[in-house]
Each structure stands twice: as C-alpha cells, then as structure tokens.
C-alpha cells in the first residue's frame, strides 16, 4: 500500500526545506512548523523565488528547538540568528544580502500560497524520479528541491498522486495516516521549477520539456479539467473538518477514500 516516505517543511518560505519524521497539522491546514516566516520587504511583498533569484543562493538550516536559523551564501560567512530573540540582527544580515531592506515576519499558521487548498502538497517518490529522468544533469533530490513538496509518498508507480483530485467542481477524500484530507487540484507550477535551486539560474528549456512530457506522460484516467496547460505537478490539499490536530509520520499508509 502507498505510504508516506518522506516530510518536509519549509520554516522560512522560499527558503531550504527541513526533513521531518512526523508534523503536527495546524487548523489552518499547514504542517506544524511550515511557512511560519517570511521574508518581505519594505511593502510587505514576499521577497521569494518567484520575483528575487538570490533567494536560491541563500543556503539555510533551522534548529525548531532552539528556533535557530543559520544563513549563508557563496560570497557571505554563514551567520545563526534566534528568530526569537535575534530578528533585527537576521533583517539586517538579509538587507545587505539583497541590497534593499527586508524583514522576516511571523505567522504561526503558515502563509500558504495557494489559501483555497492550503493543506500540505503531496507528491510521489516515484514522480520524482520519472520526471528528473526528462532532463539531463537533474537528479530525483534537486527535482524535489525544485517543486518543494511537503509529503513524498512512496506508491510504486510514478503519477500515482494523480489519482487524489477530479474535476474543478469535486474534491477526492484520502486518508494519510490517521488523518482525512481532501486533494483538490494539481498543483500549477510557477518560474521556481524552472531555475536551478542553488544558483537561481534557469535551466534553459524545462518549461517547454516539462509541458511536453507531462502532457505525453499524464495517464489516462487522470481528469482533463484543470489542463487548460500541463505546467502543473503535485497535489494541492485541504483538511477536513476532523483533521486538525493529527500527527502525520513516516511510514503512514495512504488511501483513497470511496
């Protein structure tokens, strides 16, 4: 049966993802600890992967019990600042960094991109590893760290996920664990697949290899409803009623529900 393999989240949106064995599912959806923070700047606009390339030469680590976060890149010393107690030291160090003034801010419910599904994204390990294969020089960890998910499923087929949505008017109950969630669209991929995660530089050709493929690759019971494009991969999810508060772990089975 398919099962979780593996759990990330990202404690500083945008920025490295952090193994976990087991997370917690907030209220509002989100893994504990996933996207409470964020950089943004003097507007209050996110500064992420989507409009800033250096983001993908900070290299980060998170240390959740001391809520540690150490900070480098290729030209800078690596820092470690408490979000607690030292955030003004952080700002300043990623002010210098981007050459504007940032802030970190803090939600304790996450900052999702996606606010209508904003359960954690699954995706599976065999997906990975299929669709690395479309491109030379990218193995199945740098696809990951490309579309960042938080749940890898292991299900011994690739595109298995696809089955845990329908069409734009219905959702697919399934159940990781103890926990009932509902998945709700395919994921539709922004710029930040499309560059290398360490460099910010764009691999030249994945938007157009990646739409290619995933349309000659997308099996055939899967609903057509949202490819009005095929630049989409993973599974956007919401929680329902009763999942709040349950623990997800490793090795937890995965089902659809009828």
Not at 117 to 139: C, K, M, N, Q
Not at 171 to 188: I, K, M, S
Not at 211 to 224: C, G, Q
Not at 233 to 244: F, K, Q
């Amino acid at each position: 049966m398919p099962a979780i393999a593996d759990l990330f989240v990202y404690p500083v949106k945008s920025l490295d993802g952090h193994r976990i064995e087991s997370a917690r599912l907030r209220e509002s959806g989100a893994l504990d600890g996933d996207r409470q923070y964020a950089i943004v700047d003097e507007d209050r606009e996110y500064v992420n992967g989507k409009r800033e390339r250096a983001v993908h030469r900070l290299e980060s680590t998170f240390d959740p019990a001391a809520r540690a976060l150490t900070v480098g890149a290729p030209d800078r010393a690596e820092a470690t600042f408490s979000l607690d107690a030292e955030r003004g030291s952080l700002n300043a160090w990623l002010s210098e960094y981007f050459g504007y003034p940032v802030s970190v801010i803090r939600d304790p419910g996450g900052m999702p991109d996606d606010t209508d599904a904003s359960g954690p994204t699954v995706i599976s390990r065999e997906t990975l590893d299929a669709v690395a294969d479309w491109f030379d020089g990218i193995d199945a960890t740098e696809m990951r760290r490309r579309l960042r998910p938080n749940i890898v499923i292991e299900t011994g087929e690739p595109f298995w996920e696809d089955r845990l949505y329908a069409d734009r008017d219905s959702v697919v109950p399934f159940r990781l664990g103890d926990a009932e969630l509902a998945g709700v669209n395919p994921c539709q991929r922004c710029v930040v697949p499309t560059r290398d995660p360490d460099t910010g530089e764009e691999t030249e050709g994945f938007r157009e290899r990646f739409i290619e493929r995933r349309k000659a690759t997308l099996p055939e019971w899967v609903h057509r409803d949202w490819y009005d494009h095929y630049f989409r991969l993973m599974v956007n999810t919401r929680l329902t009623e009763d999942a709040a508060g349950t623990t997800l772990r490793i090795g937890d089975e995965v089902a659809v529900l009828d």
